[in-house]
């Protein structure tokens, strides 16, 4: 299984940008976008639920960011607007088959992208 995350670049607060998650191999139950600011801990953005269909965000990204994931291309996706400079991080794809507990959870996921940079200037 391989992960390659890829759309990080330099934005302008209130501008948007879209990250994609290329993989291979074997499907999974859960996707997931996480990121890590420097000197910071690695937190949970966005997840997709196969098990139950539904969409999970984290607190500080809700109404702005949406996670999809064309099936078909094995892709994932997270679009991000109205970014903030707070949203400037390494953000990172995973993949695992978590319990629904788990599902914000970086022990929930075994399969992660190399991460891609998000620069978000005031």
């Known amino acids: 299984v391989q992960l390659q995350a890829s759309g990080g670049g330099l934005v302008q607060a209130g501008g948007s940008l879209r990250l994609t998650c290329a993989a291979s191999?074997?499907?999974?139950?859960?996707y997931a976008w996480f990121r890590q600011a420097p000197g910071k801990e690695r937190i949970f953005v966005a997840a997709?639920?196969?098990?139950?269909?539904?969409?999970y965000y984290g607190e500080s990204v809700k109404g702005r960011f949406t996670i999809s994931r064309d099936n078909a291309k094995n892709t994932l996706y997270l679009e991000m607007n109205s970014l903030k400079p707070e949203d400037t991080s390494v953000y990172y794809c995973?993949?695992?088959?978590?319990?629904?507990?788990?599902?914000?959870?970086?022990?929930?996921?075994?399969?992660w992208g190399q991460g891609t940079l998000v620069t978000v200037s005031s």
């Open positions: 995973a993949a695992g088959d978590p319990v629904l507990s788990y599902i914000s959870a970086s022990e929930g996921y075994r399969h």
């Open positions: 191999g074997r499907t999974f139950r859960s």
């Open positions: 997709i639920n196969y098990g139950n269909h539904r969409n």
